[in-house]
């Protein structure tokens, strides 16, 4: 089983890249399981048809500890496995326990096991690297981080401080930075920025995800570009993605 965690900045267009890579993966023919590491929750929404699914905290609270795999792992476009953390209600509690708490639970019910997924993604908020956000590097669920960037300065700024906790976890024989997925915004000199940041951080752009408004029209019905689109140009630069991954 292959374990990677993408990391990125809020609203970089991290989730957007996960889901439509997660999909290109079971196109390949994989089985897929996504865990989104956000309190928004909205991660796996473009697998979903648009739609909500409930998050493994709010379902925790809802129905107390004695649930089932069924109640917190959906089925979303071609098989996707989709799973939500979710977070606490806003300023109540810490937004990183969600995660540990999805974590713990995945494994009490023993999910891979029971699933038995080629690749799990996680898709985790990247503004912080500390406590549950840390978890897929931290405690071994993933092998591999991939860091979602624009040549935005917030958006560089937050990929630089991603590496360096992700070399912090490597010493100690945890996961390791395979790359940068630079998610193009068209922000002047974008490749010379991020490759100037590549060389700060000691990485390389692993793959190039050009502006494209069909990312836009897709999500607009709640779709990846895979299901909408599936024979554009895009919708191969996703599927050369995954192809990328899985080779690596």
Do not use: W
């Amino acid at each position: 089983m292959k374990k990677i965690a993408i990391y990125g900045k809020g609203g970089i267009g991290k989730s957007t890249t996960v889901s439509n890579l997660s999909a290109a993966l079971s196109h390949l023919g994989y089985k897929v399981m996504q865990v989104g590491c956000d309190p928004k929750a909205d991660s796996t929404k473009n697998l979903m048809k648009g739609a909500f699914i409930p998050t493994v905290l709010n379902v925790l609270r809802d129905q107390g500890d004695d649930i089932g795999l069924e109640d917190i792992v959906f089925k979303g476009y071609n098989d996707v496995l989709c799973v939500e953390a979710g977070g606490p209600t806003p300023g109540i509690g810490c937004a990183g326990r969600g995660i540990i708490t999805a974590f713990e639970k995945l494994e009490e019910l023993e999910a891979f096991e029971e699933y038995q997924p080629d690749i799990v993604i996680y898709d985790v908020l990247g503004d912080v690297v500390c406590g549950g956000f840390a978890m897929p590097i931290r405690n071994q669920y993933a092998n591999e981080v991939y860091i979602v960037t624009s040549g935005e300065m917030m958006s560089m700024y937050a990929a630089s401080n991603i590496s360096r906790a992700v070399m912090q976890f490597k010493s100690r024989g945890y996961a390791e930075l395979k790359g940068l997925i630079l998610n193009a915004k068209n922000v002047e000199n974008e490749s010379a920025l991020v490759d100037k940041l590549c060389e700060e951080i000691d990485t390389n752009v692993f793959h190039y995800i050009p502006r494209n408004p069909l990312v836009q029209e897709a999500e607009n019905s709640g779709k990846t570009v895979i299901e909408a689109f599936e024979d554009s140009e895009m919708a191969q630069i996703y599927m050369d993605l995954a192809k990328k991954i899985m080779e690596g």
